[in-house]
């Protein structure tokens, strides 16, 4: 992370000389800015990740304890009523930390039936058959 960061940084220090030399132009400038930008990004990035490995350890460690997992701080708790981070909430056991909330991504959909419960379909067995005929015509020509 920081070598991300002090990579970005040195981008846009370089792109800042290139945009006060004669052949600097807007778009070095906008280089220059974009790139401390993308250095911050790494850090957050980073930041949350850190942050995300220690909650879920907690978790972990609360679970294997037999204990109610504690509520996260931040903004998913409630807004309108002030709490002290590790608050114990009245939620079951089984509920896990996660950074996408519930509902957020579509369903999936359901598992295909097993093949043996396909309905049969004669065209489809011919069409098996041709293609099992096919390729045992193959076989034998390779052998020949």
């Known amino acids: 992370m920081v070598i991300a960061a002090a990579a970005c940084l040195a981008l846009g220090w370089w792109q800042w000389g290139r945009f006060e030399s004669s052949a ?32 879920a350890e907690l978790q972990d460690r609360l679970v294997a304890e037999g204990e109610d997992p504690v509520e996260p701080p931040g903004p998913a708790s409630d807004a309108g009523a002030p709490r ?19 509902g957020f991504l579509p369903s999936r959909a359901p598992a295909p039936s097993a093949p043996d419960a396909a309905p049969d ?24």
């Open 121 to 144: 379909d004669p065209a489809h067995d011919e069409y098996n058959r041709l293609l099992a005929e096919l390729a045992g015509s193959e076989h034998t020509e390779e052998t020949k």
């Open 24 to 55: 600097g132009s807007a778009r070095n400038l906008g280089y220059a800015m974009q790139w401390p930008l993308f250095a911050v990004a790494f850090v957050w990035g980073y930041k949350r990740f850190v942050q995300l490995e220690d909650e």
């Open 84 to 102: 002290a981070a590790g608050v114990r909430t009245t939620e079951p056991s089984s509920a896990t930390l996660t950074a996408i909330p519930e």
